[in-house]
């Protein structure tokens, strides 16, 4: 069983930054993507930024420009850094990753709270 365990997340300022790790237990190159979903309070769970194994990433319009999702293969470590944090970028966030055979396996992390508030 693979475990997904993130961190970096806290309370910071609009206008901050932060980086978020998401730590794999084994390999990553296990999953076919890996990505970052949030969840505010009251709302459904959704798509941050995905990244596949060869790099490609996918971004929610809505943190385009301000997110930037990658990845170090060597430490089976997923990262989102974000910039220019607004309130609504407020949520817990997960760490996603999918593993793709006869069906689509989702394995996903405890998640980390992002409050940006002034």
């Known amino acids: 069983q693979v475990q997904l365990v993130e961190s970096g997340g806290g309370l910071v300022q609009p206008g901050g930054s932060l980086r978020l790790s998401c730590a794999a237990s084994?390999?990553?190159?296990?999953?076919?993507?890996m990505g970052w979903y949030r969840q505010a309070p009251g709302k459904q769970r959704e798509l941050v930024a995905t990244?596949?194994?060869?790099?490609?990433?996918n971004y929610a319009e809505v943190v385009k420009g301000r997110f930037t999702i990658s990845r170090d293969n060597a430490k089976n470590t997923v990262y989102l850094q974000m910039n220019s944090l607004k309130p609504e970028d407020t949520a817990v966030y997960y760490c996603?990753?999918?593993?793709?055979?006869?069906?689509?396996?989702?394995?996903w992390g405890q998640g980390t709270l992002v409050t940006i508030s002034s």
């Open positions: 084994r390999s990553i190159f296990r999953f076919n993507a």
């Open positions: 990244i596949g194994t060869g790099g490609r990433t």
């Open positions: 996603n990753g999918k593993a793709f055979s006869s069906t689509t396996v989702d394995y």
